[in-house]
């Protein structure tokens, strides 16, 4: 559904919606169902999450065609949430000493989109890790992806079930 907000004094109907009253709301919602194989190594938007269940989209900002990215369908204030997920590592015998997921903004890193990178010795169960929720000003046309990092030596798949990766963005309020 596009959104098109409405003019002063018109009535708000079930195809619009006035900006105040979309303050606060989650717009979009999606899940990793399936497990997605995560290379070892930086950072690299090459494993962004491919989103592959999305819950709701009530702006119609996600395309299948480019399942890792939620697009801005206006300019604002939009809080981001989102975690991924790992499942454990058996072999090698060092599963790896790094677990992180952060925020991409067109391609970049977000400045104070990173939470707290998990670090130190990671034992064979699965873990979860959250990007930073942060409220960040977008502009429209702008896209937002979740890119999960870890450094096992070996690729690694995100969770399923309730271990699945998640990502979720709530209409803050207006640029200005």
């Avoid at 003019?7 to 399936?34: C, E």
């Avoid at 090459?46 to 702006?59: M, R, S």
């Avoid at 990215?69 to 206006?74: C, E, G, L, N, S």
């Avoid at 070996?154 to 200005?176: C, E, K, L, Q, R």
């Amino acid at each position: 559904m596009a959104f098109t907000p409405n003019k002063a004094g018109q009535r708000l109907t079930a195809g619009g919606m006035n900006l105040n009253d979309m303050i606060g709301a989650t717009v979009f919602r999606a899940i990793r169902g399936s497990g997605q194989s995560i290379t070892s190594g930086t950072e690299d938007v090459a494993n962004a999450i491919q989103w592959d269940t999305v819950d709701l989209d009530l702006l119609g900002a996600w395309s299948a065609g480019s399942a890792t990215r939620w697009t801005v369908p206006m300019a604002g204030w939009w809080r981001l949430d989102g975690a991924v997920s790992f499942v454990g590592v058996t072999s090698p015998a060092t599963p790896g000493t790094l677990r992180d997921a952060l925020w991409y903004v067109n391609g970049a890193t977000v400045s104070a989109g990173r939470a707290r990178s998990f670090s130190g010795t990671i034992g064979t169960s699965p873990m979860t890790v959250e990007a930073r929720s942060i409220p960040y000003l977008l502009n429209a046309g702008d896209y937002v992806q979740l890119i999960p990092l870890q450094n096992a030596s070996i690729s690694v798949n995100t969770g399923t079930g309730t271990y699945a990766p998640f990502m979720a963005v709530t209409y803050a309020g207006p640029a200005s």
